[in-house]
């Protein structure tokens, strides 16, 4: 499956974006779908993940209450809608998909990854 992130951009502090991560090739909804972000000189890190079988969801503690991870399974697309930006939220943002079931908080876990979507907060 290919999948392609979109929706990242330039907000100040408390805007809000939607970022977008659609499939191709295969269908989305046999895998769960992870959001990872990285900013310069960390590593990458899991901030939201969704099921594919019960949309049950995970959220990294810095993200929980501002972001919310959905999913349109007939349009192969995951959404991250992410609210009350902060500046500490700048990275860019990856999506990936992987073909376990229970939550994969490891890179390792996801065999397809999207190109990534650059999101900056400015304070």
């Known amino acids: 499956v290919q999948l392609q992130a979109s929706g990242g951009g330039l907000v100040h502090r408390g805007g809000s974006l939607r970022l977008s991560c659609a499939a191709s090739?295969?269908?989305?909804?046999?895998?769960?779908v992870g959001w990872f972000r990285q900013a310069p000189g960390k590593e990458r890190e899991l901030i939201g993940w969704?099921?594919?079988?019960?949309?049950?969801?995970y959220y990294a503690d810095s993200v929980k209450g501002r972001f919310t991870i959905s999913r349109d399974n007939a349009k192969d697309t995951v959404y991250l809608q992410m609210n009350s930006l902060k500046p500490e939220d700048t990275a860019v943002y990856y999506c990936?998909?992987?073909?376990?079931?229970?939550?994969?908080?490891?890179?390792?876990?996801?065999?397809?990854w999207g190109q990534g979507t650059q999101v900056t907060v400015s304070s």
């Open positions: 990936a998909a992987s073909p376990f079931y229970q939550l994969k908080t490891g890179r390792s876990g996801y065999d397809y």
């Open positions: 969704i099921s594919y079988r019960d949309r049950s969801t």
């Open positions: 090739g295969d269908r989305l909804d046999y895998y769960a």
